[in-house]
């Protein structure tokens, strides 16, 4: 069996790699099952390698883009070679600093909803489920930002998008972990599920695309992602619309579920640290002033403490901590240790990519200890291997300014207008981690505070 049995128990399968790193040094392999040899890496040359070299040299595990592209197909998650670069220079495009400052609207009406939300639930004297509350704010924007649609999941009382797309990742980790694809020959009812979940967002995103189509047509400016990837199709004939509209769906997912983790960690160190979460709206009551939410990216960029806590969350509990990736040729490779190390062609590897930034002391001082002034001293870049939470290299996540954004405005404006305080009643706050890593048991009780903002506000809701 291999260390089979371990995997399937663990609800962390990071964690668990990361100390088996610890006990059998950076670099081991271990068997799943009667499967190949998997190489770990936590070595940050063999995982900086690993990552810049990438689409050439290594590329994505090959049964896990066959999993996703048979949900999501594609998309430029999966691609790799020339297609990649195609798919990325257009996505990189449609997500540059233009085009978020013509979106910004979007996260500010959504943003002013999530106010909303909470300020009833204090009124009330409801605890909040963290998570499914960000989840909701991150699938309104991102919904917004990459079809111009508003599901406005946040005010949803009832059955939704919102209830069904938390689903995807989870499946697509079953899936990954199956010892067989069983769902090609039968499906489950969870499998059933799934088909009419994606079915319902194909329908969506095709209304969508048609709507884009005829906008830019008639000579709009693109005001959100599926328009900015509508109009380049003139002058990039080899990206087909079936390309456009996985790009689309992979944005949908990747905005969602990473961002309200992220989000959601941020609100509990907060409410575990009110010390710094004084810090938070000091800062806020400084530069928002008479604003309830930032009006502009301008504004979001001089919230640096906010974006500092979004770091600190990040180098704590990452959303993404492992890649599952293979080499595709031969090659020798030289660890950090000097030692050379030989993979054959198509050896699977997982490179651990948060393993050093909770580890490595003599870069990170107290490196268990959440302390966001560590980014604020000038001495660390924001994403330089041993952390790296958006990836590296050529493959370096296009999505992370509109993630850091929707992260520091979330912790800036909840955590200036509310006392956070854990509710333990549901257990202990943990982690699990389906395709992406997550909080489970975070509620918090929050407290609406009074201020001169409340007498400019009279709707909203204090207790």
Same mark, same amino acid.
């Not at 070299?53 to 994505?60: K, M, Q, S, Y």
């Not at 233009?98 to 605890?127: C, H, P």
């Not at 009643?425 to 929050?446: C, D, I, K, Q, W």
């Given at each position: ?108 009406? /959504?943003? &002013? ?5 909470? !300020?009833?639930? =204090?009124? %009330?004297?409801? @605890? $909040?489920?963290?998570?499914? *509350? ?63 979940? /994606?079915? &319902? ?5 095709? !209304?969508?695309? =048609?709507? %884009?189509?005829? @906008? $830019?047509?008639?000579?709009? *400016? ?75 990216? =301008? ?165």
């Amino acid at each position: 069996m291999g260390n089979l049995l371990d995997l399937v128990r663990t609800r962390t399968p990071h964690r668990l790699l990361e100390g088996w790193a610890d006990d059998h040094g950076l670099t081991f392999r271990f068997r799943p099952g009667g499967q190949r040899d998997v190489v770990v890496t936590a070595d940050p040359v063999l995982v900086d390698l690993a990552l810049r070299r990438r689409p050439d040299d290594f590329g994505r595990d090959t049964g896990m883009s066959a999993v996703i592209n048979e949900i999501v197909p594609h998309g430029v998650f999966t691609a790799e070679g020339d297609r990649w670069r195609r798919l990325r220079k257009v996505a990189t495009q449609s997500l540059n600093a233009a085009y978020l400052r013509q979106y910004f609207t979007t996260i500010t009406k /959504v943003t &002013e909803r999530l106010l909303r939300r909470w !300020e009833a639930a =204090a009124a %009330a004297g409801e @605890r $909040v489920d963290v998570l499914d *509350s960000m989840m909701r704010y991150t699938l309104d924007v991102t919904s917004g930002l990459a079809m111009g649609h508003d599901l406005n999941s946040l005010e949803s009382t009832g059955e939704g998008l919102h209830r069904r797309l938390p689903m995807l990742f989870p499946a697509f980790a079953r899936r990954i972990n199956a010892p067989f694809p069983y769902w090609r020959r039968f499906k489950l009812p969870q499998d059933h599920r799934l088909d009419a979940t /994606v079915r &319902e967002i194909e329908a969506l995103v095709k !209304e969508r695309f =048609a709507h %884009a189509r005829a @906008r $830019v047509a008639a000579g709009e *400016s693109p005001a959100n992602f599926l328009e900015a990837l509508v109009k380049p199709l003139e002058n990039e004939p080899g990206i087909t619309d079936e390309e456009v509209f996985g790009n689309v769906l992979t944005m949908l997912l990747a905005g969602e579920d990473t961002t309200s983790s992220t989000a959601a960690w941020a609100l509990h160190f907060l409410a575990e640290h009110p010390d710094i979460a004084a810090k938070v709206r000091a800062e806020a009551d400084e530069v928002l002033g008479d604003q309830r939410v930032p009006g502009d990216p =301008a504004t979001i960029g001089r919230l640096r403490y906010a974006e500092a806590v979004v770091h600190e969350v990040l180098r704590l509990q990452p959303v993404a901590p492992m890649a599952g990736l293979q080499n595709l040729r031969d090659m020798t490779v030289a660890r950090s240790d000097g030692r050379e190390l030989f993979l054959p062609a198509n050896t699977p590897i997982v490179v651990l990519t948060s393993y050093g930034a909770r580890r490595d002391t003599a870069r990170f001082p107290d490196a268990g200890v959440f302390r966001p002034e560590r980014w604020l001293d000038g001495r660390l870049p924001a994403e330089a291997l041993p952390f790296a939470p958006f990836g590296s290299g050529p493959r370096f996540c296009p999505g992370r300014n509109l993630a850091l954004i929707e992260a520091a405005m979330v912790t800036s404006v909840l955590g200036r207008r509310f006392d956070l305080a854990g509710d333990r009643t549901a257990g202990m706050v943990h982690e699990r981690m389906s395709f992406a890593a997550y909080p489970v048991n975070l509620h918090l009780h929050v407290t609406a505070r009074r201020d001169s903002r409340d007498s400019a506000n009279p709707g909203s809701a204090v207790r």
